[in-house]
């Protein structure tokens, strides 16, 4: 008897990271050496969100759907009412802005752009349970990007709202044993979308008093100073339900964290039957083979997997063109369309790099984006998206309202035109009309995606 024919197969639904009106240059991440370099700059929060929008809405146009990630409500007064700093809201944000102004900075940083970092995504094709799986990453290594999570799993509730389609768990434990900071350091490799993945977990941060650690036996390795620890990959793989035979924890190199390599998007990257790391990602000098033989054993198929070596892209110019958080999509099961940062184009390794690889047919086209607002602060284009491989019946229950269409594309962009400023200065964060400025373009945009805008409070 035939078997009844079962039309519903996994795409890549793109979420992406709306830029808040807060936008600005505080340099509150030590090791993004972006971050630190333009510290104190005069940000431009219309052209930001404008970039990343436009970034959005030129993948609706290669055929990859796109739900919109909103901006956070900021500034986080809770936060530092619970700090101390009482009063009017004006005299918060005076007294904050004298007394602690990376505090101050802290409260109001539109981080939340950077979606890659909001969560840990696993298909229902991998999980036991056949639901698609969510943990809201913790962001324990930094204060500004910690006050995400609570608002990150409220939203993404809404976006994917239907219990019985949908699994999602709270964020892993507040402890820095713990330290979750979601995608970034998650790449799920398969055959086609459709397909087993295997699951490459990278982590920067172990823990040699944690007995079930694989490098507890290696005291010659450094402990790493990163933002992902072991302990936080082995629980969401746990969590997930992802079978052993599809999972692999990868230490990160600790002197690639130390030169800028705060996440493994800034070293590596993948997409369906495709890997590209840098030589200076990992620990293991094996990783190329214990990677190719679990993929092939997973899936029958062989790995593209590209070693990039110093002598086509030093790591100095990876860290700067961010080659490797070039996104790559496949609106068809034979596309691998890169969509680099403008800053590959303008870098000569990064740019002859990418040229080689559509030669050798290993990538199939290239595009250029300008995000260089996000880009200043340490944000490429895969930074500003959270990947969500999803099925086309689970399509049809996430949010319909943040689904980008054209229509909501202009609506955006007019908002964005009308509400958020052209530019602001540190300073400006001191000046109290920024509170209600910035609330009613948030206001605007939750309204415009049927989203609940709750202001925040301490959970
Ligand atoms: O966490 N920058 C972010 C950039 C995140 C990039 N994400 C990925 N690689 N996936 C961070 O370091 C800078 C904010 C400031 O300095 O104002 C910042 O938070």
């Known amino acids: 008897m035939p078997m009844p024919e079962h039309t519903t197969h996994t795409v890549e639904l793109s979420l992406e990271g709306l830029v808040g009106p807060t936008h600005n240059y505080a340099g509150l991440s030590p090791g993004n050496l972006a971050s630190q370099h333009n510290k104190n700059l005069t940000s431009k929060p219309k052209t930001a969100a404008l970039q990343a929008l436009d970034k959005a809405h030129f993948l609706t146009q290669l055929g990859i759907p796109v739900l919109i990630f909103p901006p956070q409500p900021r500034p986080r007064l809770d936060i530092l009412r619970a700090l101390g700093f009482n009063g ?9 802005c004298k007394q602690a102004p990376h505090l101050l900075a802290s409260v109001y940083s539109a981080s939340s752009m950077w ?54 768990h709270p964020p892993l434990p507040t402890s820095s ?27 920067n ?35 997930h339900q992802i079978e052993h035979n599809q999972r692999l924890f990868i230490h990160q190199h600790p002197c690639a964290v130390e030169v ?79 969509i680099a940062p403008l800053e590959v184009k303008q870098n000569k390794y990064a740019f002859a790099l990418v040229e080689h690889l559509l030669e050798q047919n290993i990538l199939t086209d290239a595009h250029y984006l300008n995000v260089r607002q996000s880009m200043q602060n340490g944000g490429g284009p895969a930074c500003l998206r959270l990947r969500v491989p999803i099925t086309t019946d689970q399509l049809k229950h996430v949010h319909i309202h943040a689904l980008l269409t054209p229509k909501l594309y202009e609506q955006l962009t007019n908002i964005i035109n009308d509400h ?18 910035a609330n009613t373009a948030l206001k605007h945009i939750y309204h ?11 959970s």
Do not use: M, W
């Open 177 to 203: 044993n713990f330290s979750d900071e979601g995608a970034a350091n998650h790449t799920r490799l398969c055959a086609d979308y459709s397909s087993p993945g295997l699951h490459l977990f990278t982590y």
């Open 88 to 96: 009017s809201n004006q005299n918060i944000i005076k007294t904050a």
């Open 448 to 458: 415009c995606l049927q989203l609940n805008y709750t202001q925040n409070s301490i």
């Open 260 to 338: 800028g390599v705060f996440h493994n998007d800034v070293i590596a990257t993948g997409n369906r039957n495709l890997f590209l790391y840098h030589e200076n990602a990992y620990l293991n000098p094996d990783i190329l083979n214990t990677i190719t033989e679990h993929f092939c054993a997973l899936s029958n198929q062989s790995l593209h997997i590209r070693k990039i070596t110093n002598d086509h892209l030093p790591l100095k110019d990876a860290v700067e063109s961010y080659f490797f958080n070039s996104q790559i999509i496949s609106p068809t099961p034979k596309d691998q369309i890169l």
């Open 115 to 168: 979606a890659a970092n909001a969560a840990t995504v696993t298909p229902s094709t991998d999980a036991t349970d056949n639901k698609l799986h969510f943990t809201p990453a913790n962001l324990t290594s930094n204060l500004h990007r910690s006050l995400e999570t609570h608002h990150t799993a409220n939203v993404l509730k809404q976006l994917f709202p239907d219990s019985e389609q949908f699994h999602h």
């Open 205 to 239: 941060k172990s823990n040699q008093t944690d007995t079930d650690s694989p490098d507890t036996h290696h005291p010659d390795v450094p402990e790493g100073d990163g933002r992902q620890s072991f302990q936080a990959s082995r629980s969401l793989a746990h969590q």
């Open 420 to 437: 958020y400023r052209d530019s602001l200065a540190p300073d400006d964060l001191a000046d109290p009309t920024l509170i209600t400025d």
